[in-house]
């Protein structure tokens, strides 16, 4: 069963925006902490943001001043808006729970490049 779908990924320009969703199923669960994670070819899966199921935030640094993160509850859809984009923030973004990962979704890709 499909829990987790992300998308809004794609090759963009240093500077350029992109904004990623990630669709949560019923099945799932979503009154919890949610996070964005990505990862890069030779690199372990890294938090990029939480969000508690009352809205308070948290960015780690490489991404502090240019990511933000959102949900939307009535439609189980977590955001992650992403603004001056680097090419050092290419990899696979993937959406889940903060605590007690089990599986993962496909994740979107995002490619940084000039």
């Known amino acids: 069963q499909v829990q987790l779908v992300e998308s809004g990924g794609g090759l963009v320009r240093p500077g350029q925006s992109l904004k990623l969703e990630c669709q949560v199923s019923e099945d799932f669960g979503f009154d919890r902490p949610m996070a964005w994670y990505r990862q890069s070819p030779g690199n372990q899966r890294e938090l990029v943001a939480y969000i508690t199921s009352g809205g308070t935030s948290n960015v780690e640094n490489p991404v502090k001043g240019r990511f933000t993160i959102a949900r939307d509850n009535s439609k189980r859809i977590l955001y992650l808006q992403m603004n001056n984009l680097k090419p050092e923030d290419s990899g696979r973004y993937f959406c889940?729970?903060?605590?007690?990962?089990?599986?993962w979704g496909p994740g979107t890709r995002v490619a940084v490049s000039s």
């Open positions: 889940n729970q903060m605590y007690g990962v089990t599986a």
